[in-house]
């Protein structure tokens, strides 16, 4: 089994910055991929952005260039830094991991809340 701590969501108003912040532990492969996931009220939940443990990044066109996604292999965690917020960032925001395609495991989502 594996467990996602998150940590670092809130409120700020637009043009704010905020870091996100997931640690996964229990069993956990050396090949994984850890990311960002986001879901606002009445949309599907959606991919922010990813990295895996091999380097391989993926990052959604409405955040690049806003937020960087770093991680550190050793620790098994992933963080989101978020700049230059905008209220339709507004989102639960959730850490994945997944090894290969299977299995995957979320964490229990944490509030970010973009004012204008």
């Known amino acids: 089994q594996v467990q996602l701590e998150e940590s670092g969501g809130g409120s700020v108003q637009a043009g704010g910055s905020l870091t996100l912040s997931c640690a996964a532990s229990g069993s956990i492969l050396r090949s994984n991929t850890m990311g960002w996931y986001r879901q606002a009220p009445g949309k599907q939940r959606e991919l922010v952005a990813d990295?895996?443990?091999?380097?391989?990044?993926s990052v959604a066109g409405s955040v690049k260039g806003r937020f960087t996604i770093s991680r550190d292999n050793a620790k098994n965690t992933v963080n989101l830094q978020m700049t230059n917020l905008r209220p339709e960032d507004t989102a639960v925001y959730y850490c994945?991991?997944?090894?290969?395609?299977?299995?995957?495991?979320w964490g229990q989502g944490t509030q970010v809340t973009v004012s204008s």
């Open positions: 994945k991991i997944r090894f290969g395609v299977f299995p995957v495991y």
């Open positions: 990295y895996s443990s091999s380097g391989v990044t």
